[in-house]
């Protein structure tokens, strides 16, 4: 595969896909979202591999989508972009093979979103988790999706409408990671968690993973909330105040 934003590696039984461009701090532009997607499938067709670990290079796990990708000449565009991040990042779940991520540092956004949908997540003690979107005139699309299965409707309103910061801990308290551990000690345990599901008989761990998720639900209304505010002049002021470290003006439209 000939990948820039992406690393894909295979030991044994386990492939790693790792965020590589740790000078935008691992930020989600749309060339990263495709190479995400084709590593997943590449995982997935491979026989040989039980477990993939998701990563982010350096010293965060992902700071959100890349905000310069998230201008539109038409509706047209905006849907086609909504669709393009839903469906990459929504991969996690529609494959077979299980996923674990191994969350250090920020995980913000998108990132945030990538890093609690794995169907393991493990943090280290200076992970933070948090939805901002709100901030620029956007919307955590597919949090919107999952996030309410994972911790309820209240504590997925909470997130998303006040876009606080969580600690790991805290993460943890209200069941967005499974497992928090030092620092020192997170390559080792993901390692082991990894070891412990590849020892499951395959076809058991799929048919799991296929069965669990067949109850989720369906994208189409956040798909249709991230169009709407991909066109708005409010995700436009939002991004300029962003950009220019100044308080956005909302004009609701």
Known sequence: MDLEHVRYETEGSVATVTLNRPDRLNALAVQTWEEFRTCLRTADEDDDVRVVVLAGAGKAFCSGDDIGDLSFDSAGDAWAYARHIMDCGLTIDRIDTPVISKVDGLAFGGGCELAVLPDVTIASEEATFRLPESLIGAVPGIGLVRFPELIGLKRTRELMLTNRELSAEEALDIGLVNEVVPHDDLDDVVAERAADVAESAPMSARLIKRTLNARLRDETEALNALTLVF?????????????GDRDPEWQDR
């Open 231 to 243: 066109t708005m002049e409010d995700m436009q002021e939002g991004m300029e105040a962003f950009f």
